[in-house]
């Protein structure tokens, strides 16, 4: 069957939107929310999938790992932001992308322990159990032939909507309006008495468990875990569905992930008098003139508002 064509393959995509949208709501948390320009969030991802696929991987029950993967995670934030959320702007952004780069290389060398460049295998450890298990209960009440890939599509979307709504109901509530304070202005939040620092931290600790938890559903996906899975592109990726989407924008978040993935896998069915590798590497091309054509014409994105537009 053509690809264009085929449920199994759009049903992959969506999975992968769905992960970025996970992903990319904590990286709204930190950016959109705070003001803090973290380009090293791709890391916090890594440490949830790492987590989980250590875990299940050494006999730990995978609805035990699942939470445990997330707060680690959150750790991992709390741990980078108390020594560097005293720096501004630039400087973090740049000491956030160091610590990524330093974990990858970190999992990649330990190669005993994370199977390095060879990859962590079966580190979803009985999801596929739960995945049969939940098609043969579907075959059971009259639901046969449904893609083995459904169950984790619909359950990466409920999960990336629940998260949505959770973070819509606190955006409601003063923690988020004084989390915006310290974005436009930190040194005045703080004159009339705002704790920045543990607010920062916070709002980094909370959208690294966020990406955490699309760390958990990419370990679902791809069942063995690689370090080249985690480079910088996947936080260059997020940054582009922010700006598409709107800063500031939850909704923009869900709709700009999906949009960025049919772009990213549609470009291959395009015919281009190119070689198949050069084809591949248009895909960020085409995301690279987006991100320009944003900036110039709507840089608040499709949903977000200019008054929400934030950049220092």
């Known amino acids: 069957m053509d690809p264009l064509l085929a449920f199994g393959f759009w049903a992959y995509v969506l999975t992968v939107a769905g992960i970025y949208a996970i992903f990319v709501l904590g990286l709204q948390v930190q950016v959109g929310d705070t003001g803090l320009l973290n380009f090293g969030h791709v890391a916090f991802m890594a440490i949830g999938a790492y987590g989980m696929g250590l875990m299940v991987t050494n006999g730990v029950p995978i609805l035990i790992a699942i939470p445990l993967a997330i707060i680690l995670a959150a750790l991992a934030g709390v741990l980078l932001g108390i020594p560097t959320l005293r720096l501004r702007g630039d400087y973090f952004a740049i000491v956030t992308i160091a610590a990524g780069e330093i974990l990858r290389i970190l999992i990649q060398n330990r190669q005993e322990e994370t199977g390095g460049t060879l990859g962590l295998r079966r580190a979803s450890g009985s999801w596929r159990d739960f995945n049969d298990g939940v098609l043969d209960w579907l075959d059971g009440i009259g639901l046969s032939g449904i893609d083995r890939r459904v169950p984790l599509l619909l359950l990466t979307w409920l999960t990336a909507l629940l998260v949505a709504l959770l973070l819509l109901h606190v955006g409601r509530s003063p923690w988020r309006r004084t989390l915006r304070a310290v974005r436009e202005n930190e040194d005045a939040a703080a004159a009339v008495g705002k704790p920045v620092f543990r607010l920062k931290l916070q709002a980094l600790a ?107």
């Open 206 to 312: 909370l959208g690294a468990a966020i990406a955490g938890l699309a760390g958990v559903y990419f370990t679902f996906l791809q069942t063995s875990l690689y370090p080249e899975n985690f480079e910088p592109i996947v936080t260059f990726i997020g940054f582009a569905i922010l700006i598409l989407g709107g800063i500031g924008s939850y909704f923009g978040t869900v709709v700009g992930s999906i949009v960025i993935a049919f772009i990213i896998s549609g470009v291959r069915f395009l015919d281009f008098p190119l070689a198949e590798d050069k084809v591949a590497a248009l895909r960020f091309v085409v995301i690279g003139l987006i991100i320009m054509a944003m900036m110039a014409f709507r840089p608040q994105g499709l949903f977000g508002k200019k008054e929400e537009l934030h950049l220092d």
